[in-house]
Nanobody
Framework: QVLLVDSGGGSVQAGGSLRLSCAAS????????IGWFRQAPGKEREGVAA???????TYADSVKGRFTMSRDNAKNTLYLQMSSLKPDDTAMYYC???????????????????WGQGTQVTVSS
C-alpha cells in the first residue's frame, strides 16, 4: 500500500516562503514518481511539480523559478520548497504518487493513483 503523509502548510505573507513535506516509506520513495498538486476553491486540481525516481523534475510554468522539489532518501521524505509566494498560490496542496518510477504524463493528475490528505497553504497580500 502506498501511504503518503503531507505536511508543512501554513499562512504566510506574499513574498514569503514555505516548505512542504511528503513522507512515505522507503519503498515508495525509491520506486514511485511523486508529484505535488494544488486545488484552490472552485478550481480544478492542478499539477505543481513532480520528480521521478531518477531525480528528473517537472514544474508547472506558474511556479518555475519559485518552487523547488527535492527528495531526501535518508529521511524517506520529499519536499516542495516554495519561495516568492503569491496570493494566487493559496490552495490545498497534495502530494501524490504514480504507480511506477517514471512520471508518465508529467503533471497530469489522472496519472497519479495515490494521494496524501493535503495541507493548506494561504498567502496573504
Amino acid at each position: 500500500q502506498v501511504l503518503l503523509v503531507d505536511s508543512g502548510g501554513g499562512s504566510v505573507q506574499a513574498g514569503g516562503s514555505l516548505r512542504l513535506s511528503c513522507a512515505a516509506s522507503a519503498y515508495v520513495i525509491s520506486n514511485h514518481c511523486i508529484g505535488w498538486f494544488r486545488q484552490a476553491p472552485g478550481k480544478e486540481r492542478e499539477g505543481v511539480a513532480a520528480i521521478s525516481t531518477r531525480g528528473v523534475t517537472t514544474y508547472a510554468d506558474s511556479v518555475k523559478g519559485r518552487f523547488t522539489m527535492s527528495r531526501d532518501n535518508a529521511k524517506n521524505t520529499l519536499y516542495l520548497q516554495m519561495s516568492s509566494l503569491k496570493p494566487d498560490d493559496t490552495a490545498m496542496y497534495y502530494c501524490a504518487a504514480q504507480g511506477g518510477p517514471m512520471c508518465i504524463g508529467g503533471l497530469d493528475r489522472y496519472r497519479y493513483t495515490f494521494w496524501g490528505q493535503g495541507t493548506q497553504v494561504t498567502v496573504s497580500s
